[in-house]
Structure formats: structure tokens, C-alpha cells
């Protein structure tokens, strides 16, 4: 059987986003690895088997936006609490509040400007 387990998302400042990450969703380092060619922290939330990857190349490259790997999704109960939550941590809001029936969306791009959906299903 094979199951989605994890995503990896390239950055420029690794201490950095792991304190974002750490600070807006609760993620905690769960191993880190370094070789010659890169570093990387594998985070997770508590009680999910999911992995978020933060990895950082060791050659110098600019990364940022241009290599995200698309909107980093996260579902709450709290939509307001969650979007100042991640606000306070670093994140900015890209626009305002969407509603659509049955659902609340939060838009925030992280400090490194990757897109982050928080969704709250009504």
C-alpha cells in the first residue's frame, strides 16, 4: 500500500521557518538532517503521522516563492484565532476573509512569501 505521508517545501532561512511554522501551527522538529548539499527538518503535529519537510540547499541559491510547491493547506475550528495566530508569527494576509457556502478561507502568505490556506468548514 502506499500512502501520502509528507511534503517538502524549499527555504531560503530553515531557523527561520521552522520558528514560523512552530509559532502559526504547532509543528514540532521531529528529526533534522544535514549532508554536504542541503539541510532538513521533518516537523509534525501532534497526533497526525503527516511530516512537513523544511529543507534548505547548501549551494547559496535564492529560493523563495518562485519554488514553492504550491498553497500549503491547513484546516481549523477557528478561523480568526488560527489566521492571528500565524499573523503574530510572521505571516501577512493576502486578502480578505472568502466566504463560500459552508466554508471560511483565510489567505496569508508565510514570511518567505509561500501561500498558506486556513479553511474553516462551516
Given at each position: 500500500?502506499?500512502?501520502?505521508n509528507f511534503v517538502?517545501?524549499?527555504v ?19 528529526a ?8 532538513e ?6 497526533g497526525?503521522?503527516?511530516l512537513?519537510?523544511l529543507l534548505r ?5 535564492p529560493?523563495?516563492a ?22 503574530a508569527a510572521?505571516?501577512?494576509?493576502t486578502?480578505?476573509?472568502?466566504d ?14 509561500n501561500?498558506i490556506?486556513?479553511?474553516q468548514?462551516?
Amino acid at each position: 500500500m502506499t500512502r501520502f505521508n509528507f511534503v517538502k517545501l524549499v527555504v531560503d532561512d530553515l531557523d527561520g521557518m521552522h520558528a514560523f511554522y512552530a509559532a502559526a501551527a504547532g509543528f514540532v522538529e521531529q528529526a533534522r538532517f544535514e549532508n554536504a548539499d542541503m539541510e532538513e527538518i521533518l516537523l509534525r503535529q501532534e497526533g497526525s503521522d503527516f511530516l512537513f519537510c523544511l529543507l534548505r540547499p547548501r549551494d547559496g541559491k535564492p529560493v523563495g516563492a518562485a519554488a514553492a510547491i504550491g498553497t500549503i493547506g491547513f484546516v481549523t475550528d477557528d478561523l480568526g484565532a488560527s489566521t492571528d495566530r500565524a499573523i503574530a508569527a510572521g505571516a501577512t494576509r493576502t486578502q480578505p476573509v472568502i466566504d463560500l457556502p459552508g466554508t471560511k478561507v483565510a489567505l496569508l502568505a508565510d514570511p518567505e512569501g509561500n501561500e498558506i490556506e486556513l479553511v474553516q468548514f462551516t
